[in-house]
């Protein structure tokens, strides 16, 4: 089953256009590239990232396998590069892999498999699903211990960023609730404001950059 519905496309861009998320979030990335850096993205989703990235100079690619998502990515950034592609099949080897909110490295050979897509290092980014709450980054820790036992190279930092959804009535509450989070605790508060509502996100993550051992 694919990650991607349309109502659930239709509110993170929703969301996309009313926030600076992906725009900061490619600034922390750029942080760790070089400007003559390849990219491929692994599990770009709808592309917001592999967009800003090439809208500042990088050559990338962003990969997928969820065909709504990349038809979207497509349709909405016809000047960035996008395949239908499995992250872990995938022959297309790039300078830097990065994997944004994508799988977990510490489950079987995730890590071997994707630093096989880069030259030079692999960025990560684990979500730790703060929503509107605090986080004391447990997933992330895991991953720093993961990697320390693995005995690779690498450097991360904890961030936090804002990516809240606005929503228009409660019925559209309803359906970011149903889309979102289905069975499972809602982890973010929803407040009224004076046009409807927002969903408080305060997103919390890992970024690990993982050199690649010649």
């Known amino acids: 089953m694919m990650w991607w519905s349309d109502e659930r496309i239709r509110l993170y861009e929703k969301a996309a256009s009313a926030s600076s998320f992906h725009k900061d979030l490619t600034k922390l990335i750029m942080d760790y590239l070089d400007a003559e850096d390849t990219i491929v993205e692994l599990g770009c989703g709808l592309g917001y990232i592999t967009h800003e990235l090439s809208s500042n100079g990088f050559d990338v690619t962003g990969i997928d396998t969820d065909e709504k998502a990349i038809t979207f990515a497509k349709n909405r950034f ?16 790039r300078d830097v892999a990065l994997a944004v909110f994508f ?8 890590l071997d498999v994707l630093l096989s897509s880069c030259t030079k290092k692999l960025i990560y980014i684990q979500n730790e699903h703060a929503g509107a709450g605090e986080t004391r980054f447990s997933r992330s820790l895991e991953t720093v211990n993961y990697l320390r036992e693995r005995g690779v190279k690498y450097t991360f930092s904890l961030e936090r960023l804002s990516f ?3 929503l228009s009535s409660k019925e559209e509450a309803e359906s970011f609730i149903r889309e ?30 993982i050199s690649k051992e010649e």
Request: charged fraction near 25%; glycine fraction near 8%; proline fraction near 5%.
């Open 78 to 93: 016809p000047s960035s590069s996008f395949l239908l592609e499995d992250a872990y099949t995938t022959p297309i080897v």
């Open 180 to 209: 979102n989070y289905k069975n499972r605790t809602i982890n973010t508060s929803i407040e009224k404001t004076e046009g409807g509502y927002i969903a408080i996100n305060r997103k919390a993550f890992g970024l690990f950059v």
């Open 103 to 110: 799988g977990r490295i510490r489950e079987e050979d995730n």
């Open 164 to 166: 809240n959804q606005p």
